[in-house]
Each structure stands twice: as structure tokens, then as C-alpha cells.
């Protein structure tokens, strides 16, 4: 009856993902099903640490993020937990030897945000490792399915595909990250002086993680390829959206792809890999 828990907590792992994010979910969908899973677990836990840190105002986040923490490390350990995002997420841990310091790394991420933190490049490049890099590390050792040498030679650029992301995301939640919760995370940026040349810095910069990115994709094993690509076009939409607006308009507004958009994008995706034009 194990394998019923098991599939019972991958399943809720599914369910979060597809609660909290329709892009994630569609670009999952559009892997090869023997990976679905396992990224639905990977996304179910680092979306609940996530959530410890950025919603639960009313609790200790420190103390449930000690716990979670624990209880992560207790999980993979003795490769069981009663918490069904935790077991999930152990269960791929341990068959794709997910490395410890991937996970810790997360976590001490998820710790900066409990804490008021004035970035400096050492400290942002540290948070964007732990928060962003190392997730799209965990998704390529499930890709490489144990293949060592293609994990190394993926590693760097799977890691630009996450800085890109997470800091497309810091320009996009510029206004709520910094109203709601008082962070700006970019070094050397203040919001309240914002202006046309900070934000052409950080595109440009954002714009060598998508290149080095791009490169990768176009090596990864056939099962992956579509999906990630999906979400990189998803993000990349996004970013040159935010491109074209001013300094001033992304300080006053959340941006987003509308969802007519996701699925012209699904539509071209599947196109280009049907006519093998990536």
C-alpha cells in the first residue's frame, strides 16, 4: 500500500502546482509524462517554503521555517514523511540524488526574506543562487535522469535560466515587493529613485542570463526540451513586455502575460518542435 501514499502525495504536489501557477503547470504539461511528476514535486516544495515566508503573517516564520527545514532533512533521511509535500518531494530526492546543498541553499534564501536585508552584489548574487539557480538544477538532475556528464555540461546554463526567471520576477513585483514587504533586491537600487538607466542596467544584464539560457536548452534531452522552452519563451514575452514600459509604469503596476497569450505561445512552441525549428 506504500506506492498508494506515494502516488497520493505526488498527487497533492500536482494539485499545488496547478492551484498556484497555470504557466508552470502548462509548461509541465509539455514534457515528456515520465518527468511530470517529478517536477510536481519539486514545485510543490519550494512553493510551501515560499509561502512560509511570504503569506503566513500571523505565525512564527522563523520557527515554521526551522521546522520545515528539519523536517525536510528528517524526510530524505529516513525517506518518509506524513507531510505529503515532503514525502513527495524526498521520494525524488532520493532517485535522482538531488544534492543536500541544492536544498540548504533554497532554504537559506527562503531565511533572507525573513529578514530585512540591504542587498549588495555579494549577497544578491547569493540570494539569487539559493532562491532560483539551484531549483532549475534540481529540474536538470531530474532531466539528466543520472547522466553526470551531461548534468556538468548543462549545470551553468541551467543556472542563467533560473537567474533570469527569478530576476524578471523581481522587476515584475518591483511595486508589491517593496510596498508589501519592504525589499528591493536589486544592489544599489532605490525604488524611490528608479529611473530609466537603473532599469536598463538590470535589463541587460537579465538579457545575458536568457542568451546563456537559450544555449542550454537546445541541449537537453528530448523529454525536457519543449517544456522548458515553453517556459523560457513565457518568461521571455514577459520580460520584453516589461522592456518597453518606463521605469515609472512597472513602479505602479504588477505585469503580466495575459492567458490568451499563454496559449498562442503553447501553439508556436509546439510548432517550432514539430517542424524541429528551434
Same mark, same amino acid.
Given at each position: 500500500?506504500?506506492?498508494?501514499? &506515494?502516488?497520493t502525495?505526488?498527487?497533492?504536489?500536482?494539485?499545488? =502546482?496547478?492551484?498556484?501557477? =497555470?504557466?508552470?503547470?502548462?509548461? @509541465?504539461?509539455?514534457?515528456? $509524462? $515520465?518527468f %511530470?511528476l517529478?517536477? !510536481?514535486?519539486?514545485?510543490?516544495?519550494?512553493r510551501y517554503?515560499?509561502?512560509?515566508?511570504?503569506?503566513? %503573517?500571523?505565525?512564527? $516564520?522563523k520557527?515554521?521555517?526551522?521546522?520545515?527545514?528539519?523536517?525536510?532533512?528528517?524526510?530524505?533521511?529516513e $525517506?518518509? /514523511?506524513? #507531510?505529503?509535500?515532503?514525502? /513527495?518531494?524526498?521520494?525524488?530526492?532520493?532517485?535522482?540524488? @538531488?544534492?543536500? +546543498?541544492?536544498?540548504?541553499?533554497?532554504?537559506?534564501s527562503? +531565511?533572507?526574506?525573513?529578514?530585512?536585508?540591504?542587498? =549588495?552584489?555579494?549577497?544578491?548574487?547569493?540570494?539569487?543562487?539559493?532562491?532560483?539557480?539551484?531549483?532549475?538544477?534540481?529540474?536538470?538532475? @531530474?532531466?539528466?535522469?543520472? &547522466?553526470?556528464a551531461?548534468?556538468?555540461r548543462?549545470?551553468?546554463?541551467?543556472?542563467?535560466?533560473?537567474?533570469?526567471?527569478?530576476?524578471? &520576477?523581481?522587476?515584475?513585483?518591483?511595486?508589491s515587493?517593496?510596498?508589501?514587504?519592504?525589499?528591493? !533586491?536589486?544592489p544599489g537600487?532605490?525604488?524611490?529613485?528608479?529611473?530609466? #538607466?537603473?532599469?536598463?542596467?538590470?535589463?541587460?544584464?537579465?538579457?545575458?542570463?536568457?542568451?546563456?539560457? !537559450?544555449?542550454?536548452?537546445?541541449?537537453?534531452p528530448?523529454?525536457?526540451?519543449?517544456?522548458?522552452?515553453?517556459?523560457?519563451?513565457?518568461?521571455?514575452?514577459?520580460f520584453?513586455?516589461?522592456?518597453?514600459? /518606463?521605469?515609472s &509604469?512597472?513602479?505602479?503596476?504588477?505585469i503580466r502575460?495575459?492567458?490568451?497569450?499563454?496559449? @498562442?505561445?503553447?501553439c508556436? =512552441?509546439?510548432?517550432?518542435?514539430?517542424? #524541429?525549428?528551434?
Amino acid at each position: 500500500m506504500l506506492d498508494l501514499y &506515494n502516488q497520493t502525495t505526488l498527487g497533492c504536489s500536482k494539485l499545488i =502546482t496547478e492551484h498556484y501557477s =497555470t504557466s508552470f503547470t502548462l509548461g @509541465i504539461k509539455t514534457l515528456d $509524462k $515520465k518527468f %511530470h511528476l517529478p517536477i !510536481y514535486a519539486v514545485y510543490g516544495f519550494v512553493r510551501y517554503a515560499d509561502e512560509i515566508v511570504d503569506t503566513f %503573517h500571523d505565525f512564527d $516564520k522563523k520557527d515554521l521555517l526551522d521546522r520545515f527545514w528539519k523536517e525536510t532533512h528528517r524526510a530524505i533521511d529516513e $525517506k518518509i /514523511s506524513l #507531510n505529503p509535500v515532503l514525502h /513527495s518531494f524526498q521520494l525524488m530526492v532520493n532517485k535522482y540524488n @538531488i544534492e543536500r +546543498e541544492l536544498i540548504d541553499a533554497f532554504l537559506r534564501s527562503m +531565511e533572507m526574506d525573513l529578514q530585512q536585508v540591504d542587498y =549588495t552584489e555579494e549577497n544578491y548574487q547569493t540570494y539569487i543562487y539559493g532562491s532560483a539557480e539551484v531549483v532549475g538544477l534540481m529540474c536538470l538532475r @531530474i532531466f539528466c535522469e543520472g &547522466n553526470e556528464a551531461e548534468y556538468q555540461r548543462l549545470r551553468a546554463d541551467a543556472r542563467s535560466l533560473g537567474a533570469a526567471f527569478q530576476k524578471v &520576477n523581481f522587476l515584475r513585483d518591483l511595486k508589491s515587493d517593496y510596498q508589501d514587504r519592504g525589499r528591493v !533586491y536589486f544592489p544599489g537600487v532605490d525604488f524611490t529613485r528608479f529611473d530609466k #538607466n537603473a532599469k536598463q542596467l538590470i535589463e541587460e544584464d537579465i538579457q545575458l542570463d536568457f542568451d546563456a539560457a !537559450y544555449r542550454g536548452i537546445k541541449q537537453l534531452p528530448n523529454g525536457a526540451r519543449m517544456g522548458v522552452y515553453l517556459a523560457y519563451v513565457y518568461y521571455l514575452t514577459l520580460f520584453e513586455k516589461i522592456k518597453r514600459l /518606463s521605469a515609472s &509604469n512597472i513602479q505602479e503596476e504588477r505585469i503580466r502575460v495575459p492567458d490568451f497569450k499563454k496559449i @498562442i505561445l503553447l501553439c508556436q =512552441t509546439y510548432l517550432k518542435f514539430r517542424f #524541429n525549428t528551434i
